[in-house]
């Protein structure tokens, strides 16, 4: 017998900008905007839309610029309008906003195995710990759920929220977040059941 599905979402990672070239961390929402291969990725997620038939009942869009420019772009192959969620925001960096990988990691350490034992603390001062982030987004997406029982809807939103959202349907520990990357122009989907969930694709990025 067939489960009862509550849900199907399709998660598109915004499209790039500056900052995925620089491979540089931040919690701005305003700045940066999508840069040309940002574009050029939200194009290819629209052709993958189109040819794999992804039907939706509504889109749904973070608040922050590369996020709704992204989805405005998508939205106009439905003919929907762009329903935005303030909730779904990317996690906060405090003291590393705006700093690359490379000179965080360069500069603390064993800061990877730190978040993977206490993923409940913040990794620097003013960040938000990563199982605070997953709880936290988990809880919004439920409730998008619970207004959507038995719609297929479009949320596009920031990767390290895609990447909380696999983890918190699949009920992994929260530093599971750090075993896998979400790339910016991807898409993922998950169907949300009464007792469970399915991820049927993550971080797939259309070829052309």
């Given at each position: 017998m067939f489960r009862e599905r509550r849900c199907k979402i399709t998660y598109i990672a915004h499209g790039a900008t500056i900052y995925t070239e620089e491979n540089r961390l931040t919690d701005n929402e305003n700045y940066p905007p999508l840069n040309e291969e940002g574009n050029e990725e939200i194009e290819r997620i629209c052709n993958f839309l189109k040819i794999r038939r992804v039907k939706n009942d509504r889109i749904y869009s973070s608040q922050g610029a590369r996020a709704l420019e992204s989805a405005e772009i998508i939205a106009k192959i439905y003919k929907k309008s762009v329903e935005i969620d303030e909730n779904l925001t990317p996690r906060l960096q405090g003291e590393w906003n705006n700093?690359?990988?490379?000179?965080?990691?360069?500069?603390?350490?064993?800061?990877?195995?730190?978040?993977?034992?206490?993923?409940?603390?913040?990794?620097?001062?003013?960040?938000?710990?990563?199982?605070?982030?997953?709880?936290?987004t988990g809880k919004e997406l439920e409730r998008l759920i619970k207004d959507n029982l038995g719609n297929r809807i479009i949320i596009v939103t920031y990767p390290d929220v895609i990447q909380a959202a696999v983890v918190s349907a699949l009920k992994l520990p929260p530093q599971a977040m750090l075993n896998f990357s979400i790339k910016t122009g991807s898409a993922t989907q998950i169907s949300y059941y009464k007792n469970s969930n399915l991820l049927k694709y993550s971080g797939y990025l259309p070829i052309n």
């Amino acid at each position: 017998m067939f489960r009862e599905r509550r849900c199907k979402i399709t998660y598109i990672a915004h499209g790039a900008t500056i900052y995925t070239e620089e491979n540089r961390l931040t919690d701005n929402e305003n700045y940066p905007p999508l840069n040309e291969e940002g574009n050029e990725e939200i194009e290819r997620i629209c052709n993958f839309l189109k040819i794999r038939r992804v039907k939706n009942d509504r889109i749904y869009s973070s608040q922050g610029a590369r996020a709704l420019e992204s989805a405005e772009i998508i939205a106009k192959i439905y003919k929907k309008s762009v329903e935005i969620d303030e909730n779904l925001t990317p996690r906060l960096q405090g003291e590393w906003n705006n700093l690359t990988v490379e000179k965080i990691l360069k500069n603390n350490g064993d800061i990877i195995k730190t978040m993977m034992k206490s993923p409940e603390k913040p990794p620097c001062e003013g960040a938000e710990p990563i199982a605070e982030f997953v709880e936290r987004t988990g809880k919004e997406l439920e409730r998008l759920i619970k207004d959507n029982l038995g719609n297929r809807i479009i949320i596009v939103t920031y990767p390290d929220v895609i990447q909380a959202a696999v983890v918190s349907a699949l009920k992994l520990p929260p530093q599971a977040m750090l075993n896998f990357s979400i790339k910016t122009g991807s898409a993922t989907q998950i169907s949300y059941y009464k007792n469970s969930n399915l991820l049927k694709y993550s971080g797939y990025l259309p070829i052309n």
